[in-house]
């Protein structure tokens, strides 16, 4: 049967004939009946042998190892969030919300369904880093089989291995999914969503089929409305490819096709809309401050600090010096094309990108004669669109940008390498996919040998990458050679010289595998083998040549490295604009190692102003940004002493430090001020209200900056002097904490 895509497809010769093609083309093929879709799932999926079960298998336990062996050794890795899981564990209200703490005084500055996850699993399990990182580790391995499936069903069970192999060795990904910040739930969601789009496509123009079609691009919306419920505007950055993959290849006519998108349009929007309109018809007062904006409105923090401000770099309330410039540069590092190539940012991501952008060329090539309604085609839109839209939005970001955002392009990335492999394998007697075999081998090769010379970590690594990826490179330079069509190489093509050439073919095959696999592969391994803790962290050893401010591990002189920019915090401490974004400060750590963590594995801040100097708390007080501290039993217990009597056990600025104290006593600590202690959440006069009704037992000092910060609230620095002016201060174990129950006049 001739398909409507087809040349032969035309009324006559001439222009009449291709406009009367290409209407045909975008209209679902009406003037001529097209030949019946043929599911994947019937011409994949039933055709699963033993070899590609056991090739499953083997993807899945790699990847629960990659996920859960040493998963407890990062403690409650991201206390911000680590705070709201225990606050919603034991308060329905701030499960909800998703509230700093279980009095509900300010939520966290992301929406909470992240949080949601985590406090159900410490609901059940009880508080503990197992249970903080637990939904984690099964979002990894889940977005692992999710990528697995969509390569599989579209360009085979060994592409889909390769490509969950590769989601699962990709550094940023391995870190990710065994911490706590939103991101591994979002990229679960955006994977999820995105399988759920190419299974639409399956099915033919036919009633029950079409409704299946709608349904799952129904689920596609709903998980993509809870992306944003989990990191807001982010999650639209797969939203392009998803349309226009959708529009291209559905098999119907082009007004169902609209109805479809409207299905998921709909569904995106009731999925995310209840909590949104929830926000804004529960009045201030009645519900917790919105974190992260200054007007308590979450339209705002959606648009504003978490939205265009991350674009433009105009965020209030953020660190100041955050913003851009405007010519490309700033706090949180370079802006520009090359951005996720250079510094410690090509580590986290990019080994294998020019694998990746192999597969949507070679995707392309391959598919380019197939029916318009070729699911591989669109696929290669899906994740080909996915990656370049997501990459060139973070490169250009002159707002608060950190490595670990780069997970977000982990996926796309992972199914264009299963792709390649595919579609080059596909032509593999052809010259055009030798050579361009040959070509991406040397790419890779040299990228990795570049990469893997940015850390001092196990520079013998570099030599089987360069000797394998070289003799991959030659002799599949060889082979395209051999299948050039000219008379003088005839003899390279004859039987016995064929079976060399595929045994050398082979051969060239695993070592490629082999060279490109090493550098991911090796920062997977090291960053299983490390804890990670605090706000901004990255995967892998140390990078000498960082660029970004936006943390991760500094290099000498760099950021967070030894001779780096110190934060207001004094030695160790730091400050900062976001959740996920701060102002690197002092030492970092030890000696430019991951400056979220300490060279001995203790928590961050642990004795972080160790000299009592800054606005930290002493030896034993609770850190920065970066992450909190420890609190000292002596702390705890008194935070603990008579506890349900009061809604806080204590108050003090930036969620970081309430977090610590919170997490240690599993009572209620208020965070002025939100992360950085520029939200205007408590006011001084409502502060004062507190305090008067006995609904504060302690105050503790020090804490985030509590300063103006591109125009933050100053409301933290009033109420830090109002309660020194007011109450007496005692030093505990290195810890200034007032008791807000007793006057200055009373305790003299």
């Known amino acids: 049967m001739v398909n409507a895509a087809s040349p032969?497809?035309?009324?006559?010769?001439?222009?009449?004939?291709?406009?009367?093609?290409?209407?045909?083309?975008?209209?679902?093929?009406?003037?001529?009946?097209?030949?019946?879709?043929?599911t994947v799932r019937e011409s994949v999926a039933a055709r699963r042998t033993r070899a590609d079960w056991i090739g499953l298998g083997t993807l899945m336990g790699f990847s629960l190892i990659v996920m859960f062996v040493n998963l407890t050794a990062s403690g409650y890795a991201n206390e911000f969030y680590s705070a709201a899981?225990?606050?919603?564990?034991?308060?329905?209200?701030?499960?909800?919300?998703?509230?700093?703490?279980?009095?509900?005084?300010?939520?966290?500055?992301?929406?909470?369904?992240?949080?949601?996850?985590?406090?159900?699993?410490?609901?059940?399990?009880?508080?503990?880093?197992?249970?903080?990182?637990?939904?984690?580790?099964?979002?990894?391995?889940?977005?692992?089989?999710?990528?697995?499936?969509?390569?599989?069903?579209?360009?085979?069970?060994?592409?889909?291995?390769?490509?969950?192999?590769?989601?699962?060795?990709?550094?940023?990904?391995?870190?990710?999914?065994?911490?706590?910040?939103?991101?591994?739930?979002?990229?679960?969601?955006?994977?999820?969503?995105?399988?759920?789009?190419?299974?639409?496509?399956?099915?033919?123009?036919?009633?029950?089929?079409?409704?299946?079609?709608?349904?799952?691009?129904?689920?596609?919306?709903?998980?993509?409305?809870?992306?944003?419920?989990?990191?807001?505007?982010?999650?639209?950055?797969?939203?392009?490819?998803?349309?226009?993959?959708?529009?291209?290849?559905?098999?119907?006519?082009?007004?169902?096709?609209?109805?479809?998108?409207?299905?998921?349009?709909?569904?995106?929007?009731?999925?995310?809309?209840w909590w949104v309109l929830l926000t804004v018809i529960v009045p201030s007062g009645s519900r917790p401050?919105?974190?992260?904006?200054?007007?308590?409105?979450?339209?705002?923090?959606?648009?504003?600090?978490?939205?265009?401000?991350?674009?433009?770099?105009?965020?209030?309330?953020?660190?100041?010096?955050?913003?851009?410039?405007?010519?490309?540069?700033?706090?949180?590092?370079?802006?520009?094309?090359?951005?996720?190539?250079?510094?410690?940012?090509g580590g986290q991501i990019a080994w294998l990108a020019p694998l990746a952008a192999m597969g949507i060329i070679a995707g392309l090539i391959v598919t380019r004669r197939a029916r318009r309604t070729d699911v591989r085609r669109a696929s290669v839109i899906v994740w080909g669109a996915w990656l370049l839209v997501t990459w060139l939005t973070f490169s250009h970001m002159a707002g608060i940008f950190h490595q670990y955002y780069t997970v977000?392009?982990?996926?796309?990335?992972?199914?264009?390498?299963?792709?390649?492999?595919?579609?080059?394998?596909?032509?593999?007697?052809?010259?055009?996919?030798?050579?361009?075999?040959?070509?991406?081998?040397l790419v890779c090769t040299l990228w990795s040998?570049?990469?893997?010379?940015?850390?001092?970590?196990?520079?013998?690594?570099?030599?089987?990458?360069?000797?394998?990826?070289?003799?991959?490179?030659?002799?599949?330079?060889?082979l395209a050679l051999a299948a050039v069509p000219m008379r003088g190489l005839r003899a390279l093509r004859g039987m016995e010289a064929t079976a060399a050439l595929n045994v050398a073919g082979a051969a060239s095959l695993v070592l490629a595998a082999v060279?490109?696999?090493?550098?991911?592969?090796?920062?997977t391994a090291y960053t299983v083998s490390t804890g990670h803790q605090g706000s901004i962290v990255t995967a892998g050893p140390n990078v000498t040549n960082s660029t970004g401010m936006g943390g991760g591990p500094g290099g000498q002189g760099?950021?967070?490295?030894?001779?780096?920019?110190?934060?207001?915090?004094?030695?160790?401490?730091?400050?900062?604009?976001?959740?996920?974004?701060?102002?690197?400060?002092?030492?970092?750590?030890?000696?430019?190692?991951?400056?979220?963590?300490?060279?001995?594995?203790?928590?961050?801040?642990?004795?972080?102003?160790?000299?009592?100097?800054?606005?930290?708390?002493?030896?034993?007080?609770?850190?920065?940004?970066l992450g909190g501290g420890t609190a000292s039993s002596t702390v705890v217990e008194m935070l603990q002493e008579n506890a349900d009597q009061y809604t806080w056990a204590a108050a003090t600025t930036g969620s970081q430090n309430a977090a610590s104290y919170q997490l240690a006593s599993e009572q209620a600590v208020m965070p002025i001020g939100g992360f950085n202690g520029s939200d205007p959440s408590p006011t001084l006069e409502q502060f004062k209200q507190y305090v008067a009704e006995g609904r504060i037992h302690y105050y503790i000092g020090g804490?985030?900056?509590?300063?103006?910060?591109?125009?933050?609230?100053?409301?933290?620095?009033?109420?830090?002097?109002?309660?020194?002016?007011?109450f007496e201060a005692q030093t505990v174990d290195g810890v200034t904490i007032y008791d807000l129950t007793q006057t200055a006049t009373q305790t003299e």
């Open 8 to 38: 032969a497809v035309s009324a006559g010769r001439g222009i009449r004939g291709y406009v009367r093609q290409a209407t045909a083309w975008m209209t679902g093929g009406r003037f001529v009946q097209p030949e019946p879709v043929v």
């Open 85 to 273: 899981a225990q606050a919603g564990s034991v308060d329905w209200r701030a499960f909800l919300w998703g509230s700093s703490d279980a009095g509900n005084s300010i939520t966290v500055d992301k929406p909470p369904a992240a949080i949601w996850l985590m406090a159900l699993s410490v609901r059940i399990l009880g508080l503990s880093s197992f249970a903080i990182l637990l939904p984690e580790a099964i979002c990894g391995v889940i977005s692992v089989w999710l990528v697995y499936a969509c390569v599989r069903r579209t360009w085979g069970n060994w592409a889909g291995i390769i490509a969950g192999f590769t989601l699962a060795t990709t550094p940023v990904a391995a870190l990710m999914f065994r911490f706590n910040n939103p991101d591994a739930l979002l990229v679960a969601l955006m994977t999820g969503a995105a399988y759920a789009v190419l299974r639409s496509l399956e099915y033919p123009d036919e009633r029950r089929a079409n409704r299946r079609r709608t349904a799952w691009m129904a689920l596609a919306g709903v998980l993509i409305g809870f992306g944003f419920l989990t990191k807001q505007m982010q999650v639209f950055l797969v939203l392009p490819g998803f349309a226009l993959a959708f529009l291209v290849a559905s098999p119907t006519g082009f007004p169902r096709r609209i109805v479809d998108g409207l299905a998921a349009v709909l569904a995106l929007v009731v999925s995310a809309g």
């Open 289 to 345: 401050y919105i974190g992260g904006s200054q007007a308590d409105s979450f339209l705002e923090l959606t648009f504003g600090y978490n939205g265009l401000g991350r674009l433009t770099g105009d965020e209030t309330g953020a660190v100041v010096g955050g913003g851009g410039n405007g010519n490309g540069g700033g706090m949180w590092g370079q802006t520009g094309i090359t951005r996720l190539f250079d510094g410690e940012y």
């Open 408 to 441: 977000a392009l982990a996926p796309a990335l992972a199914a264009l390498v299963g792709i390649a492999a595919s579609a080059l394998w596909s032509r593999r007697n052809t010259c055009w996919a030798r050579a361009a075999a040959s070509l991406t081998v």
């Open 449 to 478: 040998i570049e990469l893997l010379g940015r850390s001092t970590w196990m520079p013998a690594l570099k030599a089987p990458v360069l000797v394998f990826g070289l003799i991959a490179t030659v002799a599949l330079a060889v």
């Open 515 to 523: 060279a490109l696999a090493i550098g991911p592969v090796a920062w």
């Open 558 to 625: 760099g950021p967070g490295g030894r001779g780096g920019m110190g934060g207001p915090m004094g030695d160790g401490g730091s400050d900062g604009g976001s959740s996920d974004g701060g102002f690197p400060g002092g030492d970092g750590g030890s000696d430019g190692q991951n400056q979220s963590q300490t060279q001995d594995g203790t928590r961050p801040g642990d004795g972080g102003n160790a000299e009592g100097t800054g606005m930290g708390g002493g030896r034993g007080g609770a850190g920065g940004l």
């Open 703 to 726: 804490g985030g900056m509590g300063g103006n910060q591109l125009g933050g609230s100053s409301a933290a620095s009033e109420i830090a002097e109002w309660v020194a002016a007011n």
